[in-house]
Antibody, heavy 117, light 111 residues
């Protein structure tokens, strides 16, 4: 069945780089777009960026200078790297998928990231 | 970026009654292909969001038909008929016409 699972460090120091992995199963990365969405504690959803099925990427303009998304189709993984982390980057980070503008029909369980020294 | 504005921020509903949540976009979400790229999600407490409605009025797989979506180019409504305890959570509208954005969310509670 379709699954997405985020993994990465739970704690990152300020000014350091966050590296997260989204491992998918039950579908192909060459058929679906994979997005990263984050949620600060007690707040709403913020779209961060996406890896399109064809390998193209696009980013939230507010994060673009710090953010990079890549993938390894052989491992069914999509990667997020964001540098210069600050305390307001604390939150839960989700990966999710869509195709043909059908909406985000499956989500990972999310990974909580705390930025603190 | 397209701004999505939801109202109200919270709503309290008696089980069995209906509820409506509004969402307004800062730009028309109606594409020239006739599709309106607005979506509705529910985030239950402690869970990941789940898709309820896609492309304004299409019910996502497995979603009860008590949920329905409607609207125009910039004004959208999610209606929940016969609210049940399992409907409690935060409802978000979102758009995919341009770089995705979400509304701030509407918290639904039971009276």
């Amino acid at each position: 069945q379709v699954q997405l699972k985020e993994s990465g460090p739970g704690l990152v120091q300020p000014s350091q780089t966050l590296s997260l992995t989204c491992t998918v199963s039950g579908f192909s990365l060459t058929s679906y777009n994979v997005h990263w969405v984050r949620q600060p504690p007690g707040k709403g959803l913020e779209w961060m960026g996406r890896m399109r099925y064809n390998g193209d990427t696009s980013y939230n303009s507010a994060l673009k200078s710090r953010l990079s998304i890549s993938r390894d189709t052989s491992k069914n993984q999509v990667f997020l790297k964001m540098n210069s982390l600050q305390t307001d980057d604390t939150g839960t980070y989700y990966c999710t998928r869509d195709r043909y503008y059908g909406g985000y029909d499956y989500w990972g369980q999310g990974v909580m990231v705390t930025v603190s020294s | 970026d397209i701004v999505m504005t939801q109202a109200p921020l919270s709503v309290s509903v008696t089980p069995g009654e209906s509820a409506s949540i509004s969402c307004r976009s800062s730009k028309s979400l109606l594409h020239s292909n006739g599709i309106t790229y607005v979506y509705w999600y529910l985030q239950k407490p402690g869970k990941s969001p789940q898709l309820l409605i896609y492309r304004m009025s299409n019910l996502a797989s497995g979603v009860p038909d008590r949920f329905s979506g409607s609207g125009s180019e910039t004004d959208f409504t999610l209606k929940i008929s016969r609210v049940e305890a399992e409907d409690v959570g935060i409802y978000y509208c979102g758009q995919l016409l341009e770089n995705p954005t979400f509304g701030a969310g509407t918290k639904l509670e039971l009276k």
